[in-house]
């Protein structure tokens, strides 16, 4: 059904948040491939025509649930638009700072089961860590092999979430946001600026 004087399908004004909340229910416990755009609006209780009008596809509104749950794209938006002198410890308390949240914690170990269980969703959030994190970050960098650099950082930015939040390998899990920092800081700066590489971002 569509309302014809505002121009787009009917849904009530909190339409898109229902959809954000659905989509991130059903990616998390059936996978990418079976969760459907009508099933999607079925499980908000709007038209399913709305997805396509908020998000673009399904596609893009799987992009929207993972800056939702885990954010490191956005993150490093944030931080790089602070300034980059001290983008790595900005970066990594920024990421900590999201993640130490519990409820985060809880749709990470649910992603995980929903990785290791559907291909699909492999693919799908392999394309979303490449399009809006490893790509952000060869934005930021100046110099030789920038995309290799970038990867690079992305998996300990990965390495991370899985060893702290999901897996939870001791010391890592329960040490305090200030000596994960110090700790691990080191390896994700050599990763964006290894040895004989400008030591500057864009």
Same mark, same amino acid.
């Given at each position: 059904?569509?309302?014809?004087?505002?121009?787009?399908?009917?849904?009530?004004?909190?339409?898109?948040?229902?959809?954000?909340?659905?989509?991130?229910?059903?990616?998390?416990?059936?996978?990418?491939?079976?969760?459907?755009?009508?099933?999607?609006?079925?499980?908000?209780?709007? &038209?399913?025509?709305?997805?396509?009008?908020?998000?673009?596809?399904?596609?893009?509104?799987?992009?929207?649930?993972? &800056?939702?749950?885990?954010?490191?794209?956005?993150?490093? &938006?944030?931080?790089?638009?602070?300034?980059?002198?001290?983008?790595?410890?900005?970066?990594?308390?920024?990421?900590?700072?999201?993640? &130490?949240?519990?409820?985060?914690?809880?749709?990470?170990?649910?992603?995980?089961?929903?990785?290791?269980?559907?291909?699909?969703?492999?693919?799908?959030?392999?394309?979303?860590?490449?399009?809006?994190?490893?790509?952000?970050?060869?934005?930021?960098?100046?110099?030789?092999?920038?995309?290799?650099?970038?990867?690079?950082?992305?998996?300990?930015?990965?390495?991370?979430?899985?060893?702290?939040?999901?897996?939870?390998?001791?010391?890592?899990?329960?040490?305090?946001?200030?000596?994960?920092?110090?700790?691990?800081?080191?390896?994700?700066?050599?990763?964006?600026?290894?040895?004989?590489?400008?030591?500057?971002?864009?």
């Amino acid at each position: 059904m569509v309302n014809n004087k505002r121009g787009r399908p009917s849904g009530g004004s909190d339409a898109r948040q229902r959809l954000i909340d659905a989509a991130s229910e059903l990616f998390l416990r059936d996978g990418y491939t079976r969760t459907t755009i009508r099933s999607i609006a079925k499980t908000a209780g709007v &038209d399913h025509a709305l997805v396509n009008y908020h998000f673009g596809s399904k596609g893009e509104l799987f992009t929207v649930v993972m &800056d939702l749950l885990a954010s490191p794209g956005r993150l490093v &938006d944030h931080v790089a638009g602070q300034g980059v002198e001290y983008l790595v410890p900005r970066l990594l308390n920024a990421l900590l700072t999201t993640w &130490d949240r519990p409820e985060v914690q809880e749709r990470s170990r649910r992603l995980l089961s929903a990785l290791q269980s559907d291909r699909p969703t492999q693919v799908a959030f392999r394309g979303y860590v490449e399009a809006h994190v490893t790509t952000r970050l060869v934005d930021l960098l100046d110099g030789p092999n920038r995309q290799a650099r970038a990867a690079a950082a992305t998996s300990v930015i990965n390495g991370l979430f899985l060893t702290r939040y999901v897996v939870r390998i001791e010391p890592l899990a329960s040490m305090g946001r200030a000596d994960v920092v110090t700790h691990l800081g080191p390896a994700l700066h050599a990763c964006l600026h290894p040895p004989h590489t400008a030591r500057r971002v864009r």
